[in-house]
């Protein structure tokens, strides 16, 4: 999926299925604790989340539907490269009834638009070369006013396997099928990812193993 001259129409379903595969393992249930204990701490206001690199929008829909279930306020925005993502998100939001603010970002090339008390990603490490991921979470660092938030793939043999055999029950998109083991196959270690974000200066990043072969590295800003 990340072939900027990919057809929309294959990317659309790359995109489903991948939704799919996130509804399957949970990254929206990762995220939740924690942004329902901050949304708790900061008062009688939304909390403001960024979901760098949102693919279809699945992750904030499910944190959406979740605050809506427990009367949390939150105000959500999510920013991808693709046109193809942004149009899907937005529409699935639209559909949904959901409030969320979806727009076009090349997150390599420029800076992170500020203003959110957490800024997360999830699922999108793994494409990233090492420079590209340190600098990535340097730029997640400056832009969150408290916290950063990043789940992804854990590199292992069994994890390439699990992934495999999910990728294929519940996809039926080619590149779905290709880009699931090799994304594993790409990621970082939990101890690498705390080597990276060492390398970010967020030197006191706590990064957890958590089941659906994933890893959850947070960093709370201080002062």
Not at 29 to 37: A, D, G, N
Request: proline fraction near 5%; include cysteine; charged fraction near 20%.
């Amino acid at each position: 999926m990340d072939d900027p001259a990919l057809d929309p129409v294959e990317h659309r379903r790359a995109l489903a299925g991948l939704a799919r595969i996130n509804r399957w393992s949970g990254s929206d249930h990762l995220l939740w604790p924690i942004i329902r204990q901050e949304a708790a701490s900061i008062g009688d206001r939304p909390l403001r989340v960024l979901d760098v690199a949102t693919g279809s929008g699945d992750v904030l829909m499910g944190l959406a539907r979740r605050a809506a279930r427990a009367g949390i306020r939150l105000q959500l925005a999510g920013c991808d490269i693709s046109p193809t993502a942004v149009a899907a998100a937005t529409a699935a939001a639209e559909a949904a009834g959901a409030n969320i603010h979806f727009f076009q970002h090349n997150v390599l090339s420029q800076p992170l638009p500020a203003g959110y008390d957490v800024v997360v990603t999830s699922l999108f490490l793994h494409h990233l070369s090492q420079p590209e991921a340190v600098y990535l979470l340097r730029e997640m660092g400056r832009a969150s006013d408290r916290l950063v938030i990043v789940n992804d793939l854990h590199r292992s043999r069994i994890n390439i396997a699990l992934v495999w055999l999910a990728c294929h029950v519940l996809s039926r998109s080619r590149i779905v099928w290709h880009d699931g083991p090799a994304s594993v196959r790409a990621a970082f270690t939990p101890g690498e990812a705390r080597e990276l974000a060492t390398s970010a200066a967020l030197s006191d990043a706590r990064v957890v193993p958590k089941l659906g072969c994933r890893w959850l590295l947070t960093w709370r800003k201080q002062g």
